[in-house]
């Protein structure tokens, strides 16, 4: 087998094991074994960049990055749905459609997936495009974006038609979002207040790899294109399941308005088992002849309607309001309720969000109030029922005290939270801002769990992750449920921390939306702790992707004494505050300050392995050629219309060798 044949066939099996694992939900390989071969194939695509497919299963991690969407006028136009809610209106609907076709109706009965909709476009059983739905007649390009979604297949199986389109919902399902979330609030950052939303800003972040880090979805329901071939849309269904698309299982084919009232009924139910959110039903005249002379309103299609679900509702009484407060000070209220069943679970608790919410609502402790569970995992009060209001209720007063500390609240200008501004004396934020540090993602401490941590500070032992370093065996056996042995594992799991790298460290002290990117981004720049320290807002607004808010944030931090002399403590320990010697080695920055486009194949290093230099040097890479861009580097098989605009903006052309010899 030759060195091309060997990459096809890598990239054969891998879509299989991918669909296998993502599709069907059902691996025969191991998740090392899978790794293990695309680290295979990796490497032969950069050996041999000649062989480059851009559907290759490698390009799943993403790294483009886009500035500007492109706008692309949808081929068909993507209507919009009309909406039932009643057996009435369902039964007009029919009533309707009779009278302009002929012969018996079948319906095809789906789910209503609520997420983003898409529109894929196949040529030759790859995928060319993906586009969003925007107004309908033209959207988004954001083909980079969908690439990285595991159950949008690249390379198609089967008997499929050489073009068509296919459209489906890009959705985030729910264990997804409650992870991100965790890890959002684990930043200090506000979480995502439903996977719909988050589901389509996901699509238009400019870097692919952010968004190939969220677990995103994709159900496909409608087929379109010329002379496929296909007579109906239950048809249609199992093809692109064939094709190897995830189509969901629960669609139905029935022969009457009744038969669609019972798939309504159940799945009114049963759709709170689903892995994702789903806001109706869609009932589609299957038949694709009875489709085409049933045509098209202005907005949306005769031969469909969709029947949405009530966001189950229930009343129950408000107890008590409860405020909590968080590592960085944020104060939430929480509504305390009598227990009541909601969609399949009991509920207890509801978030309140802020002063300005309470305050809209009008709610009162003792008020029976309606609780919602719609798009957002947590459930909502949507409002008070007043005719039950008794007379005596007494109005809501925000506290103006930290129910932990007792500091008097502050509110900054614009900003929605209330919070306690005892950053040093407020125990859930001393503990908090520990437990943050020794979290897997920061210091991944071994050994000491959050509750230790509590118990620590609670005992007088810790303040600050800095008193950390200075904890003995000795103090902490005597703890509840410590024994020799734990208080040993405790001691060298903080001890093993001085080797997590920078970035981590930085991430780990809890500056305020300074999450694991943006540490990565800072420790990369400045690359130790006191060019951060020094560095004024206006100078951290100038690195690549990091605002106002975000800098504002950093120099406050670093304005305060406390945090300087925690910093210096934590350097005596031995704690890593720049990046490492081994690393920096590598590093220069002869290219300041100059953007490259790197284009075509190159004989002495790879494609990566070029960007990685340019980057090392200080360099900038831009996927695009633009007046500021400062060299191209030009290797073999440049692409013409690259080379045109290079001309026409009069960009230097450089060789792979004359690159290499700017940065000896
Ligand atoms: P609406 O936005 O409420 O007008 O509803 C129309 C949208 O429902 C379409 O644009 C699709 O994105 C979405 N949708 C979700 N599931 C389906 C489905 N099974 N069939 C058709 N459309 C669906
Ligand atoms: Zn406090």
Redesign the pocket.
Known sequence: MNTEQHINQLREELRQHNYNYYVLDAAVISDYEFDMKLKVLQELEEKHPEFYDSNSPTLRVGGEVTKNFETVVHEERMYSLDNSYSREDLTDWEKRIRKLVDGEIKYTCELKYDGASINLTYEEGALVRAVTRGDGIQGDNVTTNVKTINTVPLKLKGDFPAKFDIRGEIVLPHEGFIKMNEERVAAGEEPYANPRNTASGSLKLQDSSETAKRPLDCLLYSIKGNKLGITTQYESLGKARDWGFKVPSESKLVSSIDEVLEFITYWDVHRHDLPYETDGVVIKVNDLQQQEELGYTAKAPRWAMAYKFKAEQVSTVLQEITYQ?GRT?AITPVANLEPVLLAGTTVKRASLHNADQIEKLDIRVGDTVFVEKGGEIIPKIIAVDFQKRAQSLQPTLYITE?P??Q?TLKRKEGEAQHY?P?YKG?PP?IIGRIQHYISRKAMDIEGLGGETVALLVKEGLIMNYADLYELKKEQVIPLERMAEKSAENLVAGIEKSKKIPFERVLFALGIRYVGETVAKKLAKHYKFIDAIITASEEELVNVDEIGIKIAQSVTEFFASEENKILIDRLKQYGVQLEVSAEKLANQTDTLQGQTFVVSGVFEKVSRNELKKLIEDNGGKISSSISSKTSFIVAGDKMGPSKLEKAKALEIPLISEDEFLDKIK
């Open positions: 407060v000070g930290c932990e500390c500091t306690c005892n407020c934020q």
